[in-house]
Nanobody, 120 residues
Framework: QVQLVESGGGLVQAGDSLRLSCAAS?????????AAWFRQAPGKEREFVAR????????YYSDSVKGRFTISRDNAKNTVYLQMNSLKPEDTAVYYC????????????WGQGTQVTVSS
């Protein structure tokens, strides 16, 4: 597994922006081909937000954030970002970074999560 550390969460008002960061480290890092952001709101199941490939930067978004959020990566820093614009109260959740292990085709490394709260 790799170690993932998120940062950048906070309390903002509706319409504001935030940028989350996820720093990755670990000796087996080269087994991981993709990074993603998930989120979990109180009382709800964890849901997919966005993903990006480490190599080519191919991205994919959930419909709920498409056009508002942008996922990117800095390979030199082993860091993945989630730029969140036009935030809505329904974006309030704990956001988790995850890395997909290409050997098992599974997200098996997760960060501790960072809280994002959007007030109306």
């Amino acid at each position: 597994q790799v170690q993932l550390v998120e940062s950048g969460g906070g309390l903002v008002q509706a319409g504001d922006s935030l940028r989350l960061s996820c720093a990755a480290s670990g000796r087996t890092f080269n087994r991981y081909d993709m990074a993603a952001w998930f989120r979990q709101a109180p009382g709800k199941e964890r849901e997919f937000v966005a993903r990006i490939t480490w190599s080519g930067g191919s991205t994919y978004y959930s419909d709920s954030v498409k056009g508002r959020f942008t996922i990117s990566r800095d390979n030199a820093k082993n860091t993945v970002y989630l730029q969140m614009n036009s935030l809505k109260p329904e974006d309030t959740a704990v956001y988790y970074c995850a890395a997909r292990n290409s050997l098992v085709n599974k997200y098996d490394s997760w960060g501790q999560g960072t809280q994002v709260t959007v007030s109306s």
